[in-house]
């Protein structure tokens, strides 16, 4: 069980605006940065935002991340089909080691 | 351009040793941190640890008494050990570098698989 919790499942249409969530502590995001992962299937995580709300370069301006407490949220503006794919989110533990969330798979309908 | 190669047996049976390599290539490993990641079948992310160039490293606290990352014998180099594995540590393992969860490059993943 990841001690970062998300929804297993997140659907939207193409157009629309989706948010995934993610809860923590104050031991990870509370104190901590987040990051976004995105997975396509069969490939490697994709590294999506950094620093809780920054974008790596090429990563579309649809994409935003922001924090409150002790809790994340990625959201993804104009849906697109391409953006069908497993999100993850992972932060920094004060234990010294770093957390996942459990992954929300995004349906675009 | 950055990537990460990596490579290890592929096939083990229980209580043998995984150990797995990972290349740094297009970039310096030094100042960074490289970490070792794992994916199940059909699950989640579970960080393992990671290690510096200096040979510091940290370690998932459920999975430490079991792991060591160590630095190759080559520069830009490190691998992972697990000892004493079982069927649930058949996964696909990945390599990063990166610091702490700002994993920005990978490598393309070696699927282990535990069985007798």
């Known amino acids: 069980q990841s001690v970062l919790t998300q929804p297993p499942s997140a659907s939207g249409t193409p157009g629309q605006r989706v948010t995934i969530s993610c809860s923590g502590s104050?031991?990870?995001?509370?104190?901590?940065?987040v990051y976004w992962y995105q997975q396509l299937p069969g490939t490697a995580p994709k590294l999506l935002i950094y620093?809780?709300?920054q974008r790596p370069s090429g990563v579309p301006d649809r994409f935003s991340g922001s924090k409150s407490g002790t809790s994340a949220s990625l959201a993804i503006s104009g849906l697109r089909s391409e953006d069908e794919a497993d999100y993850y989110c992972?932060?920094?533990?004060?234990?010294?080691?770093?957390?996942f969330g459990g992954g929300t798979k995004l349906t675009v309908l | 351009q950055v990537q990460l190669q990596q490579w290890g047996a592929g096939l083990l049976k229980p209580s043998e040793t995984l150990s797995l390599t990972c290349s740094v290539y297009?970039?310096?490993?030094?100042?960074?941190?490289c970490s070792w990641i794992r994916q199940s079948p059909g699950k989640g992310l579970e960080w393992i640890g990671e290690?510096?160039?200096?040979?510091?490293?940290n370690y998932n606290p459920s999975l430490k008494s079991r792991v060591t990352i160590s630095l190759g014998s080559s520069k830009n180099q490190f691998s992972l050990k697990l000892r004493s594995v079982t069927a649930a540590d058949t996964a696909v393992y990945y390599c990063?570098?990166?610091?702490?969860?700002?994993?920005?490059?990978w490598g393309q993943g070696t699927l282990v698989t535990v069985s007798s």
């Open positions: 990063a570098r990166g610091s702490g969860s700002y994993l920005v490059y």
């Open positions: 297009g970039g310096s490993f030094s100042g960074f941190y």
């Open positions: 290690i510096n160039d200096s040979g510091t490293t």
């Open positions: 104050n031991s990870n995001i509370g104190s901590n940065n």
């Open positions: 620093r809780t709300n």
């Open positions: 992972a932060a920094w533990d004060d234990t010294l080691s770093v957390l």
